[in-house]
């Protein structure tokens, strides 16, 4: 495993670490083992958590709501692994609850799915896929194009990669 049970299940650790630390930095492709999905799994619930509970928005609220509707379907962990995410879900689905409470209005995941988009690719990217470069000169997607979009909402209302932010 990447990280110890323990590290995994502590929330503050993994919503402080970007996902490229658990990696060195060095994430070049898919998380392919489930040992490693599990911990950008986990770390992004964190971090979306941690968003919601410190500085709760609709853009980030939208990203939490679809990020919740996607993850069974389109995530492949084997059923024992909800020991770790299951703590995850609920409270970033108690976060949810308090901030539609607060706003007085469901927030849909409608603007964040419009974002990713339909493509396979796409969502498990956005689920569990490597962190990507946010600035230099390679592999930095025009904040013109829908990649380049897409990064620009994750960066603001998600989470962060760690290699270059």
């Known amino acids: 495993?990447?990280?110890?049970?323990a590290?995994?299940?502590d929330f503050e650790y993994m919503s402080t670490h970007e996902i490229g630390y658990f990696y060195g930095g060095m994430l070049r492709g898919w998380a392919k083992k489930p040992e490693q999905i599990i911990?950008?799994?986990?770390n992004r619930l964190a971090w979306l958590t941690k968003k919601m509970e410190r500085t709760p928005s609709d853009g980030t609220a939208s990203c939490a709501h679809?990020?919740?509707d996607h993850i069974d379907a389109h995530?492949?962990?084997?059923p024992q692994h909800g020991v770790f995410t299951d703590a995850y879900i609920d409270r970033l689905q108690q976060?949810?609850?308090?901030h539609e409470a607060r706003i007085g209005y469901p927030v849909s995941a409608g603007w964040f799915g419009r974002v990713v988009?339909?493509?396979e690719t796409r969502i498990r990217?956005?689920?569990y896929g490597p962190p990507m470069r946010t600035e230099g000169a390679w592999g930095s997607p025009s904040m013109a194009t829908p990649d380049g979009k897409l990064l620009s909402v994750i960066s603001y209302y998600c989470w962060r990669s760690g290699l270059n932010n």
């Open 75 to 78: 995530v492949p962990l084997p």
């Open 66 to 68: 679809w990020y919740l």
């Open 1 to 5: 495993m990447i990280i110890s049970p």
């Open 125 to 127: 990217w956005v689920l």
């Open 39 to 42: 911990v950008t799994v986990v």
């Open 95 to 98: 976060a949810l609850d308090a």
């Open 7 to 9: 590290k995994l299940s």
């Open 117 to 119: 988009g339909d493509d």
